[in-house]
């Protein structure tokens, strides 16, 4: 299957300091990826729906000013997760569809653990 | 709202067993089911779809049922390494939309 990548696969930060987390589609391109976050025990919340060239689109209630989202090519998307707080320490997941696979199946990187101390 | 829901488990149960996991959905437009596993501190990882008629793949039986909205996925023979969480994923419109998932049912096998 189709493969995606994420980078760091963990990052440890201070509270106050901004992290970004990159996500790549690795053989095939991918005009929309999806930023997840999911909590100890939780499922899968989808924060954000992150379109190559133009603005993400956003869920309720996830802040957009702080949750910066970025797809700059057909194949990187970027998360920004400004000035974090111990709050914001979660496991984040990006996620893309390849069109030539069909436009069902969902494709995951591998996830970011993100610790905010 | 929670749009889509499944056993709360954990399921905990010996090697060879038959589990069963359930899960239903709210969208009565939703298009496409899936089942996905997910490993501890592990992304999702896609392991059948499921279709009206049902479908099988080895020990793993997935079963749609769209007029009670409901999902069905059986495994038979259990193993060891079925061990992990099995998340009901639900695509609520055709296109390039995103995933809806269940909070995931966990499952230990035990020898």
């Known amino acids: 299957g189709a493969v995606v990548s994420q980078h760091p696969s963990w990052v440890i930060c201070k509270s106050g300091t901004s992290v970004k987390i990159e996500c790549r589609s690795l053989?095939?391109?991918?005009?929309?990826m999806f930023w997840y976050r999911q909590f100890p025990k939780q499922s899968l919340m989808l924060m954000a729906t992150s379109n190559e060239g133009s603005k993400a689109t956003y869920e309720q209630g996830v802040e957009k000013d702080k949750f910066l989202i970025n797809h700059a090519s057909l194949t990187l998307s970027t998360l920004t997760v400004t000035s974090a707080h111990p709050e914001d320490s979660s496991f984040y997941i990006c996620s893309a569809r390849d069109p030539g696979q069909g436009l069902y199946e969902q494709y995951f990187g591998p996830g970011t653990r993100l610790t905010v101390t | 709202r929670k749009e889509v829901e499944q056993d709360p488990g954990p399921f905990n149960v010996p090697e060879g067993a038959t589990v069963a996991f359930n899960c239903t959905y709210s969208n009565s437009a939703s298009q496409s089911f899936f089942w996905y596993r997910q490993d501890c501190r592990k992304e999702p990882k896609l392991l059948m779809s499921v279709y009206s008629s049902g479908n099988e793949d080895g020990r793993f039986t997935a079963q749609l049922n769209r007029a009670s909205q409901y999902i069905s996925l059986l495994i038979r023979d259990s193993k060891l390494s079925d061990s992990a969480t099995y998340l009901c994923?639900?695509?609520?419109?055709?296109?390039?939309?995103?995933?809806?998932f269940g909070k995931g049912t966990r499952l230990s096998v035990i020898a």
């Open positions: 053989d095939f391109q991918a005009t929309t």
């Open positions: 994923v639900v695509n609520e419109a055709s296109g390039n939309t995103p995933l809806v």
